[in-house]
């Protein structure tokens, strides 16, 4: 089974911070995600990577940034936080792109404070 | 603009009864759709897929059925049991290179005993 681990379920931070959320799949997947899930608003793509080294952005990048040293650590940064980051973050990864379903973690609750 | 529509927040169905889940998409390019199912405090799992090139897919309770004239996919689950109340997100990709999932904002399901 893929196992997709995310170091935090819950974090609270300050307004202004530099917070780092990471996150490692143990299955050798090219491809890892970023999304964050907002009541009413689905799940929201931040950030992707095809490949180490390799990032695309999602829908929602403002605000954000990812960093792919290893094919399975994938982490998302918020370079100062703010309120309106407080979320649910949810990291996943698949074998290919496309036609492949995504594998996701347990999620970090972020609050921004 | 959204390319994958969920447009009933919340479905309602008793224990032994069939659900019925919609979803309809934007995007001609689209030629993979999947459900996944969110319970609370957890990430999302895998549910169920379909390629474009099949008009019905089943596994156990649930089926997928795909209308590509009509863009429009639903989700039954048959008999409906308390354990499936959750939140539903269906996803649709294309099978393009540098593309990644796109979700609904999901349809919550309450099966009541």
């Known amino acids: 089974d893929v196992k997709v681990t995310q170091s935090s379920r819950y974090l609270v931070k300050r307004t202004g911070e530099k917070v780092f959320l990471e996150c490692v799949q143990d299955?050798?997947?090219?491809?890892m995600f970023w999304y964050r899930q907002d009541p009413g608003l689905g799940l929201r793509l931040i950030y992707f990577?095809?490949?180490?080294?390799?990032?695309e952005k999602g829908d929602i990048p403002e605000g954000y940034s990812v960093s792919r040293e290893k094919k399975e650590r994938f982490s998302l940064i918020l370079e100062s936080a703010s309120t309106n980051q407080t979320s649910m973050y949810l990291c996943?990864?698949?074998?290919?792109?496309?036609?492949?379903?995504?594998?996701f973690g347990n999620g970090t609750r972020l609050t921004v404070t | 603009d959204q390319q994958v529509k969920q447009n009933s927040p919340s479905l309602s169905v008793q224990e032994g009864r069939i659900s019925i889940l919609n979803c309809d998409y934007t995007?001609?390019?689209?030629?993979?759709f999947l459900w996944y199912k969110k319970y609370p405090a957890e990430g999302p799992t895998f549910l169920i897929s379909?390629?474009?090139?099949?008009d019905k897919n089943e596994d156990g309770r649930f089926t997928v059925f795909l209308n590509k004239s009509a863009k429009h996919l639903s989700l039954h689950i048959v008999p409906s049991q308390p354990g499936d109340s959750a939140v539903y997100f269906c996803?649709?990709?294309?099978?393009?290179?540098?593309?990644?999932?796109?979700f609904g904002k999901g349809t919550t399901l309450s099966v009541s005993s």
């Open positions: 996943a990864s698949s074998l290919r792109q496309g036609a492949s379903p995504l594998h």
């Open positions: 299955m050798d997947h090219e491809n």
């Open positions: 990577s095809y490949d180490v080294k390799m990032k």
């Open positions: 995007n001609s390019m689209f030629d993979y």
């Open positions: 379909i390629s474009s090139i099949k």
């Open positions: 996803a649709a990709s294309s099978n393009q290179a540098g593309t990644a999932l796109i």
